[in-house]
């Protein structure tokens, strides 16, 4: 069974400063990653799909891959107020989506 | 405009009553899916439709049935609610089905309270 856990559970950063945010995954056959974004009560936002190792970079959004250490990570450049939420990776394997539980962002003005 | 439309936003209903959540997507989109959202718990896959026909069902119970009478409409049934049912659930659509290839898109959720 697929295992998805995010760290940190919460993050601050000032506006600005780069965020990092940390997914591992335990099942190295997953073949598309994909991080989204939940505001409060709200409905997912997808931010950037990652299929390979290495870098995708989509506007401020930035997904590395490394299925070697079961790794994905996003990072945010100049984050602001507005990237305040909680930012949820999703794993697919075969034809199954495994979310993680998230880690909340908080962007300090 | 929005493309996934999800009816009732919020909506309570008391303990062994029966509710149907609408779902309808205008993206052109071949496959459908429910999620359900707990307080705490992960975003959890429910059941995923590809041409109205169902694909993949990852709920135990048979309280929760999913009904499409159109390509673009996928609502779901929930039956002899209990307050362990209170979730946000969230209707999602790809273009199609199969291997994570089409990035899933999400609707703006339910948000179920049972008493």
């Known amino acids: 069974q697929q295992k998805v856990q995010q760290s940190p559970e919460s993050l601050t950063v000032s506006e600005g400063a780069m965020a990092s945010l940390n997914c591992t995954f335990s099942?190295?056959?997953?073949?598309?990653f994909r991080w989204y974004r939940q505001h409060s009560a709200k409905g997912l936002e997808v931010l950037v799909s990652?299929?390979?190792?290495g870098e995708k970079e989509e506007g401020r959004f930035t997904a590395h891959l490394n299925r070697a250490n079961l790794h994905v990570s996003l990072h945010i450049r100049e984050p602001q107020p507005s990237d305040s939420a909680v930012y949820l990776c999703?794993?697919?394997?075969?034809?199954?989506?495994?979310f993680g539980k998230g880690t909340h962002l908080h962007v300090l003005p | 405009d929005p493309k996934i439309i999800q009816k009732p936003k919020y909506l309570v209903a008391v303990t062994g009553s029966e509710k149907i959540l609408i779902c309808e997507q205008y993206?052109?989109?071949?496959?459908m899916y429910w999620y359900r959202q707990s307080a705490k718990k992960p975003l959890e896959f429910m059941f995923s439709?590809?041409?109205?026909?169902l694909m993949d069902n990852q709920t135990a119970s048979s309280r929760f049935q999913p009904q499409s009478s159109k390509k673009n409409h996928l609502d779901l049934q929930i039956t002899a609610l209990k307050p362990d049912d209170s979730a946000t659930y969230f209707c999602?659509?790809?273009?199609?089905w199969g291997g994570g290839q089409d990035t899933q898109y999400f609707g703006p959720g339910t948000r179920l309270l049972v008493l």
């Open positions: 999602a659509s790809s273009q199609d």
């Open positions: 099942d190295g056959t997953s073949n598309n």
């Open positions: 990652i299929f390979s190792d």
């Open positions: 999703a794993v697919t394997n075969a034809y199954k989506v495994i």
């Open positions: 993206l052109g989109h071949n496959a």
């Open positions: 439709y590809s041409y109205q026909k």
